[in-house]
C-alpha cells in the first residue's frame, strides 16, 4: 500500500527557512498532483500549494513568493521549500497525492500523517 512520509518540519524563526520533504513508499505509477496543506488549531485544513503531473503549479495567497513546491516523480518525492516564514504559518503541515498505481486504477487520495512546523522566536 502506498504511504507517504513527511521529513523536515520542526522550529523556526520568523524569517528564516524550512523545506518540507514528502515520500512516497510503494509502487506509484502515475500522480495527478502533489501538494501541501496546513491546519492550524482552531481553522480548517487550507491548501498551500500543489504541482500538477505537467509542472503547473498553484499557491495560497498568503504563501506566494515564499513557498516553492517542487517534485520529483521519479523519487515519488514532493518538496515544500518555505522561505520567510511567518508566525501565522505554525501549522500541521500535510503531504497530499493524487495518483493511482496503475494506468486502469482508479485515482486515490492519500496523505502524509502531517509534521508540525512552528515559526516563533
Known amino acids: 500500500q502506498v504511504q507517504l512520509v513527511e521529513s523536515g518540519g520542526g522550529l523556526v524563526q520568523p524569517g528564516g527557512s524550512l523545506r518540507l520533504s514528502c515520500a512516497a513508499s510503494g509502487n506509484i505509477f502515475s500522480i495527478n498532483v502533489m501538494g501541501w496543506y496546513r491546519q492550524a488549531p482552531g481553522k480548517q485544513r487550507e491548501l498551500v500549494a500543489s504541482?500538477?503531473?505537467?509542472?503547473?503549479?498553484n499557491y495560497a495567497d498568503s504563501v506566494k513568493g515564499r513557498f516553492t513546491i517542487s517534485r520529483d516523480n521519479a523519487k515519488n518525492t514532493v518538496l515544500l521549500q518555505m522561505n520567510s516564514v511567518k508566525p501565522e504559518d505554525t501549522a500541521v503541515y500535510y503531504c497530499y497525492w493524487n495518483a493511482r498505481r496503475t494506468w486502469y486504477a482508479t485515482w486515490l487520495d492519500y496523505w502524509g500523517q502531517g509534521t508540525q512546523v512552528t515559526v516563533s522566536s
Open positions: 504541482i500538477t503531473s505537467d509542472g503547473s503549479t
